[in-house]
């Protein structure tokens, strides 16, 4: 799955939160809001910004300069042509500076020491996609945000769903209230987990992407990894055949929704499908039985559409065999957070990273928010947003 998509499903999370809220707030929120980017990364390569994404208005694709301004894509082309410098410049190290976001669902890219390649096609821009060795960013040091802003407040989320790269933390002050941070790595965090993934046996440490002159660029998450070549196509299979055996003779309950407690799914495999039966016993969706780039990234064997029974029913999955609490609790979503990576066969990428973090919080994978485990801030009447370029250590 392309990072584009990868960003679109947490930010479709995020968007379909913000519709359910009040309206009350609704007049609370300004075209543009500050965001504060402080650098405390200890390097000496300067930054530069991009705040890219789609104008909640009118859908329209393009990017924000420093004031919040909206400026729309040019048409691209086939083969991509070059997309306009968007680039906004960073803070040095020790230094903040504050821009205006305005209202989108996007990304807020920073780089440093050189400024990232994007190009158009004719269906809009070319997100990078360093899991591909020919992709002009390969070689670059960077990293995003993901937020949506829009009349409801800010969702703004410190992500890895992609990648482990450049540490960074991301934070929400409410009007009137006190600033709420999540993303922060634990001290020695940031080299703790390179050296954890090393030496993970099993093609784990092969994540790691680093640059000729040595420095670490980041470590690729476990389904790009397999996209790359890195990672064995096989390295969920055994926990999922024994899932398979396990609900073969043993029913799965999945209660999908903590505010429904009454709406419960029952699901029971037969050959290579798991069928999932409502309360009348009638069946309600089927799945096949997953490999590890489905598991990994949330999609194909383990699409997730945006209704109210597949769906929910696939997260609950997903986040089940990425924290590998399927063959112990047949009550999903399980809600016990240290019983969570304790199989040997599971997502040791997202296991390290939840380890590393400050706060325990992380979006290590794309449904990494079933059971509010994942690194995101949110406030309806938001008053600023905060980014802070972490110690590289």
């Not at 002159?213 to 389904?223: E, I, K, M, Q, S």
């Not at 999903?332 to 390290?352: C, E, I, L, M």
Request: proline residues 8%.
């Amino acid at each position: 799955m392309s990072a584009l998509r990868k960003a679109l499903t947490l930010l479709a999370v995020t968007t379909a939160l913000a519709a359910g809220l009040p309206a009350a707030a609704d007049a609370a929120v300004p075209a543009t809001i500050p965001l504060k980017i402080t650098n405390n990364s200890g390097r000496s390569d300067p930054v530069y910004l991009y705040d890219l994404g789609t104008l909640l208005a009118n859908g329209r694709q393009g990017w924000a300069d420093a004031n919040g301004t909206f400026h729309a894509w040019p048409a691209g082309g086939n083969p991509p042509t070059p997309a306009p410098d968007a680039s906004i410049p960073g803070p040095a190290n020790g230094q903040s500076i504050t821009i205006r976001m305005p209202k989108f669902s996007g990304r807020l890219y920073f780089s440093y020491g050189q400024k990232l390649v994007f190009k158009l096609t004719t269906g809009g821009l070319v997100q990078p996609a360093v899991q591909n060795p020919s992709d002009p960013n390969r070689n670059i040091l960077f990293n995003w945000t993901e937020y949506t802003l829009n009349d409801a407040g800010l969702w703004i989320n410190s992500t890895q769903v992609d990648m482990f790269s450049a540490p960074y933390a991301v934070g929400v002050q409410p009007t009137g209230g006190a600033t709420r941070t999540t993303g922060h790595l634990k001290p020695g965090g940031y080299n703790g987990f390179y050296s954890a993934l090393r030496g993970q046996p099993g093609g784990w440490a092969n994540l790691i992407q680093t640059r000729s002159d040595g420095t670490v660029l980041r470590a690729l998450a476990p389904g790009h990894g397999i996209e790359a070549g890195a990672l064995p196509r096989t390295v969920m299979d055994d926990y999922v055949n024994r899932v398979w055996s396990k609900y073969s003779g043993s029913t799965l309950t999945v209660t999908p929704f903590g505010d429904q407690p009454n709406t419960k799914y029952y699901g029971r495999v037969s050959g290579n499908t798991m069928n999932f039966t409502n309360g009348s016993g009638a069946v309600v969706t089927s799945f096949q039985k997953p490999d590890a780039d489905s598991i990994f990234g949330c999609y194909k064997l383990l699409d997730a559409p945006n209704d109210l029974v597949r769906g929910p029913i696939s997260r609950t999955l997903c986040a089940g065999y990425n924290r590998g609490t399927l063959l112990v609790n047949p009550n999903q979503p399980d809600s016990n957070p240290g019983g969570f990576y304790k199989d040997a066969v599971t997502n040791h990428y997202a296991r390290k990273i939840h380890a590393q973090m400050a706060d325990g919080k992380a979006y290590a994978f794309a449904f990494d928010d079933v059971g509010n485990y994942e690194s995101l801030v949110h406030d309806g009447n938001p008053a600023q947003a905060f980014i802070t370029l972490d110690p590289f250590s």
